[in-house]
Structures are given as structure tokens and as C-alpha cells.
């Protein structure tokens, strides 16, 4: 698989999230995704990124990079923070879970949103989630 | 910059166009319960035409909104959504969204009205009986 890293966006204020949404949708246009799978990725983009700004405490960093496996081609988006670490990741992964009064169904929901969706947390260090979306 | 509500009667317009920061949100639900509060505005009708994404941060805040308009005795109805906007939003996940809504602005104000006269008619209250 390759993968390019066509930016990294770092996300501190409400703002950064638009940005990083504006350039998610930039790649996958010129792409050529389909209108559904943008709509997906940006709306995946923005929990994650929202997720930083609300979550992290001092925000942390979106990075999008274009991937290829066997002539297919995708978007990685990988969110990565070195914040407090989720306490309980099955918990944060239930449906209607929320730690700031929220809906709960940020991370669930874009695991539905994208193809692949991978997540790794610890007390202290931080969090990542990785999640892709395939051309398709 | 602030998010300009407009009023059509007993009606009060607004439209979010880009998205909203959370300092902008809060100031747009305490400037909608006011007016509803002390001028006398029946409802709100709030037009997300403009928004491409609704995450669940917008959608919390959109509940929100809606359920501190209806705690006050007013409505709220959401229109306009885009949509591909409403296809991610239920792929994402279930009951995301817990308002009225219709299709464009005029609807949700035929909708908003209709909602509004059947909560004004006082349920009638039968004479208590009295044996003669």
C-alpha cells in the first residue's frame, strides 16, 4: 500500500476544523470520490477534528494522506493527540456515550461513516484514530 | 460576527450559513429565547441550507437549541437540510436529530404555524356538574 501525506492540519480552535474539512474535501474531489463518499469524509473529518478541539487540551493534529492498494485509491485521515487518553475506548465506542454532554455518536458514527477505522488510547499519552475511506 | 435572526410576525428567522463556533451558538440560543421571551415571538424556524456538514456537534447544538425554545413554551423547526447531509446523518448513526422539520423555509413556516395554532387553542374545560 502507499500512502502520501498531502497535509497535516493542526487543530486547536473550532476553526482549524472547518480547515481541515475544506482540504479533506479538496482531495477527495480531486479524487474524483463520489458526492455520498464526500459527504462521508467530511462529516467524519469534523468528529474527529471536533473531537481535538473539545476533548484534547491542548488540540492536536489531522493528517490526510492519499493511499493506493492494488490501483484502488483512498483517503487516510489519522487524528492524533496527546491529551488525557480515554479512560474506557469500549465505552467511547457505545452509542449514546458522551463525556462532555454530547450525543455520544461521534466515534461510533464515523466508524460507520468510513471503510476502516482503527483506534488506539492510553491514560496519559494520548489518542489516535486512524480511519479510511476507498474510492469505490 | 453574529448570526442575524429576522422576524416575520410572531415568527423568528434565522439561518446558519457557515459553521458555527460554539461562542457564536450560545449567543444565537440566548438571543432566540429572548426575543421569544420579551417579544412575544411564538417560534423560530432555523434554516440549515446553507450547512454541508452536520456533525454530531451541530446536531447536539441544534437539539439543543430546540428543546430550550420548546422549555420556554415556544416551537422550533428545522429546515432546508441538504440531502446528501441527511443521508450522512443517518448513516452515522441513529436519532441524531430530535426537532420538527420540513423541507425549505416556507414550509417549516406553514409547519411552525400549525404547530403554534394547535397549541393555542386552551383545552376546553367542562362546566363542573352540579346536582340541583
Known sequence: MNRTLVIECRIVRELDVAEARRHA??????????????YRLITAVSELACNLCFHASDGG???LSTI?????????VVAEDDGPGIADLALAMR??????GGLGSGLPGTQRLMDDFAIWSERGRGTRVTAVIWNR | MKVPILRLGRILLTSVLADLVDEQAVQLQSEILALIRDDRADGVVIDISGL??????????????????????GEAVLTGM?????????E???????????LDLEAGVAVLNNLIAAKGQPPTIAAPHVDT
Open chain 1, 25 to 38: 474535501k479538496q482531495m477527495a474531489e480531486s479524487l474524483r470520490f463520489k458526492t455520498v463518499r464526500v
Open chain 1, 68 to 76: 493506493d492498494m492494488d490501483g484502488t485509491s483512498g483517503i487516510e
Open chain 2, 52 to 73: 454541508d456538514v452536520v456533525d454530531s456537534y451541530i446536531a447536539r447544538l441544534l437539539n439543543e437549541t430546540a428543546s430550550m425554545v420548546r422549555i420556554i413554551g
Open chain 1, 61 to 63: 493534529v489531522v493528517r
Open chain 2, 82 to 90: 441538504q440531502p446528501l447531509v441527511a443521508l450522512t446523518l443517518v
Open chain 2, 92 to 102: 452515522m448513526g441513529r436519532e441524531t436529530l430530535d426537532m420538527q422539520t420540513a
Open chain 1, 95 to 100: 452509542d449514546g456515550y458522551s463525556t462532555i
